[in-house]
């Protein structure tokens, strides 16, 4: 734990620590403590769960780290938790167990939701884990380079903090890209582009770091006809606000974005390859936002499934001839939703495709989403939790694995390197635009 953490830990005050408690009330309902009581011990959860395949300690147990979380509301807010806690495992809220909440809450979990959907009795593990990491957030207890991306997207609109005028000049030198790459002069990427119909919205890191991926969502848009744009601010698809467990930030981040959608006139907001964003917007939001109207959402890989079969756009298989295995992002599939779509899209723009196993909703977390990717202090625990995924990968073949999500295009390219698998990592957009037939 870093100097800062463990300085703020101990200098936390009794009333600091009082309304931590109350925090924790706030989030839990007694009706989600009593499902969480009914837990049966029957271990499955363990065996489903990344982290403790890797490293099987109690400590990265799905089942501990719920009791964690409950033992305090046991402690604070049942009748024999207030009289005789060690009869029913409560525990209180004090600097040993905040210390605790951290390394597992934060450091052995990453909200992947597999435990919740294997549990016999469906209690929703990662629901806790968030409650608990929203108490942390309260106490200024959050890991500081994942506070740090939270906070870049409130000031800076963004989590990359990249400037209004850095952004647009990316977007002027990519359109000539895309003219480059269509052969034709009269190509655009479109900014704030009123009435338009789609409002695509993509991974900052996009434009930091993988600004030809943007190129290939351009290119398909441009094959498909489609009247969309880009906005120079409130761009950004992601919301750490859901890693940090922080509902007032999250929807704050949520409000913006669909205020700028609002305010464009879009029909509707396009989310990029980016499974947490998904989430986070399009089912999340509602929570945070108390019912707020929300504008109509899709995803990328939606949108293109339809071009697709509206015969929008025409694709060539023979173009990405290498065997191909998709991973599928927990934040897109399993608490998602979308799960067949990728699968439509690829078997239509690849020649071989091959499924790792076990898949769709039941397939392994890759290790890179709960925020543990702007952890650096977990970054070994991270790496060792995503040998289960390396594993699958090397099982199919395949020399590409495609992700659509850029948190998992991170982890699996460190995983790559990690555990020598020797394949390429792209986006769905990338392959989608490599097989795309033009209109001569």
Not at 33 to 49: D, F, I, K, N, P
Not at 232 to 242: A, E, F, I, Q, W
Not at 357 to 367: D, I, K, S
Not at 383 to 406: D, F, N, S, Y
Request: charged letters at 25%; aromatic letters at 8%; hydrophobic letters at 40%.
């Amino acid at each position: 734990m870093s100097d800062r953490l463990d300085e703020r830990i101990e200098a936390l005050t009794p009333e600091e620590l009082e309304a931590a408690v109350r925090r924790l009330r706030d989030v839990i309902t007694r009706g989600d403590a009593a499902a969480a009581q009914s837990c049966l011990r029957c271990g499955l959860c363990a065996e489903t769960c990344h982290y403790y395949q890797a490293s099987p300690s109690l400590e990265a147990h799905p089942a501990y780290k719920l009791n964690l979380v409950l033992a305090v509301f046991k402690r604070y807010f049942t009748g024999f938790g207030k009289v005789a806690p060690g009869w029913v495992g409560g525990r209180a809220l004090d600097q040993d167990t905040i210390r605790e909440w951290l390394d597992s809450l934060f450091g052995r979990c990453s909200l992947c939701g597999r435990c919740f959907m294997n549990c016999t009795v469906g209690i929703n593990v990662p629901r806790f884990v968030r409650a608990g990491r929203g108490v942390l957030t309260s106490l200024d207890l959050v890991p500081p380079d994942l506070q740090s991306t939270v906070r870049m997207a409130i000031e800076k609109g963004n989590n990359m903090g990249i400037e209004p005028q850095e952004w647009r000049d990316t977007v002027e030198w990519l359109e000539e890209e895309l003219r480059t790459e269509t052969g034709d002069p009269a190509a655009r990427m479109p900014l704030d582009e009123s009435g338009a119909r789609l409002f695509y919205t993509v991974n900052p890191r996009e434009p930091k770091f993988f600004p030809l991926s943007l190129v290939a969502a351009a290119s398909i848009f441009h094959a498909a006809g489609e009247n969309w744009t880009f906005s120079s601010d409130c761009y950004d698809v992601t919301n750490y606000g859901l890693f940090s467990g922080d509902n007032e930030v999250a929807g704050a981040i949520s409000a913006r974005l669909f205020s700028r959608a609002t305010g464009l006139g879009c029909d509707t907001l396009v989310l990029g390859e980016c499974g947490h964003g998904f989430n986070a917007h399009r089912w999340e939001s509602a929570e945070w936002l108390n019912g707020t109207d929300v504008p109509p959402m899709r995803s990328i890989i939606q949108v293109i499934a339809n071009y697709i079969r509206e015969g929008r756009i025409r694709l060539d298989p023979s173009r990405n001839s290498k065997p191909v295995t998709l991973h599928d992002p927990c934040n897109l599939v399993r608490l998602g939703g979308v799960i067949e779509e990728q699968r439509f899209v690829l078997r239509h723009s690849v020649s071989s495709f091959i499924e790792m196993h076990p898949n769709r909703e039941q397939n392994y977390c890759c290790g890179g989403g709960g925020g543990q990717l702007s952890m650096s202090r977990f970054a070994k625990r991270r790496l060792e939790a995503g040998r289960i995924k390396a594993e699958q990968i090397r099982a199919t073949g395949a020399k590409i694995v495609v992700a659509p999500c850029h948190n998992c295009i991170d982890q699996l390219t460190e995983l790559n390197k990690e555990y020598k698998l020797g394949v390429e990592v792209r986006t769905v957009a990338e392959l989608v635009a490599n097989a795309l037939v033009r209109s001569s």
